[in-house]
């Protein structure tokens, strides 16, 4: 049997699961952790990269407001988060140069959806050939790049 060592995932396996929300939680704190790995905030929305990634440079957008469902949000709220939605796949197209993008949001637990009370839209740049056999044959997903290289090249973007 093969073997795929991933020795960087032992933390967030053997880990105690956060109580809370994660989003509200990240903007607590006036000097964010770099485990927060937030990207920009603006007046009602902010940007993370996701620390369970689908693919590199997976990126949320969330709400400030801890609110379930789109409807709930205020016109200003929902104009600025597409605003940072367009600022989130601007700075991936930057950084990764990707050659596509899957955006989506994922409502309830059996659409897919981790964190269930807070509304988040998932971005997540996309190359041709991303897809492999590893997903199909061994369930594996390959991430090319650590969380912390990848916040890093985008932190220091913005500057």
Sequence with gaps: MDRLWAPWRIKYVSQKKQKGCIF?????SREPKI????IFKSRYSFAMLN?????????LVSPKR??????????????????????TKK??????????????????????AGVIGHL???ILPRWSGDT?????????????????????IIKGKLC
Excluded at 24 to 28: E, I, Q, R, T
Excluded at 72 to 86: C, F, G, Q, R
Excluded at 132 to 151: A, D, R, W, Y
Aim: hydrophobic letters at 40%.
């Design 51 to 59: 620390i369970f990634p689908y693919n590199n440079g997976h990126i």
């Design 91 to 112: 700075i991936l197209t930057k950084v990764l140069k990707p050659q596509g993008f899957n955006i989506g949001i994922n409502l309830g637990r059996v659409a897919g």
């Design 132 to 152: 492999n056999f590893m997903p199909t044959l061994s369930g594996v997903k390959v991430i090319s790049q650590s969380l912390q290289e990848l916040h890093k």
């Design 120 to 122: 988040h839209v998932h």
């Design 24 to 28: 509200c939680s990240a903007l607590k």
């Design 66 to 87: 801890h609110v379930r469902e789109l409807s709930l949000l205020e016109d200003d709220e929902v104009i600025d988060l597409v605003k940072s939605i367009n600022k």
């Design 35 to 38: 485990k927060d790995y937030l």
